[in-house]
């Protein structure tokens, strides 16, 4: 059985975009590769392209790979989360990503070699009991429902307020005309 393995690149330079591409498809020609430079764009990939496989840069122009670390595990509890930067040097700040939940870190300097570095995690993904696959899959159907409810509740209570405040103003009016008559 082959496993569709679903990786989202977060990458702003379109070059390394390619270079990280080219080295995932040397794993395989059918793993499924989605590229975006932002939040909103990372936010709404997670809920429509499901991935396994997170792979971000760190410095990013629109927010940092902290942020996009934030959103991957909020959004994505299950999903492996990777740097591919050229930013760690620092072995604290490197310490730092992996304690705050990312799986792994890789330096760009190391791109030719990308596809060796990333067989393992991959293996990961495709070594996941069918009924993990499911379960996470579940999750993930749950965690969009809940956010569905959350914001058509939000739009519920905007709604009533503003059905409030008319109704405040049709009496405030009534008084009026009251008063006058």
Do not use: W
Not at 23 to 39: A, P, T, W
Not at 111 to 131: F, G
Not at 143 to 152: C, E, M
């Amino acid at each position: 059985m082959t496993t569709e393995v679903h990786i989202l690149l977060v990458e702003d330079t379109e070059s390394d975009a390619a270079l990280i591409t080219r080295q995932i498809h040397k794993l395989d020609k059918n793993y499924k590769v989605q590229v975006v430079d932002n939040l909103s764009d990372l936010e709404v990939a997670i809920k429509t392209f499901n991935p396994q496989l997170i792979i971000s840069d760190y410095n990013l122009p629109t927010c940092t790979g902290m942020e996009v670390l934030e959103v991957s595990r909020d959004k994505s509890p299950t999903a492996i989360f990777l740097f591919v930067t050229g930013t760690l040097q620092d072995e604290e700040l490197a310490a730092e990503t992996i304690l705050n939940g990312a799986d792994g870190f890789i330096l760009k300097k190391h791109i030719n070699v990308l596809a060796s570095k990333l067989s393992p995690y991959i293996d990961k993904i495709k070594n996941r009991p069918v009924i993990v696959q499911n379960t996470r899959n579940r999750i993930k159907q749950s965690t969009d429902l809940v956010s569905d409810i959350k914001n058509y509740m939000d739009d519920i209570n905007k709604e009533n307020i503003t059905h409030q405040e008319r109704i405040a103003k049709i009496r405030e009016h009534l008084e009026k005309i009251k008063k006058s008559l």
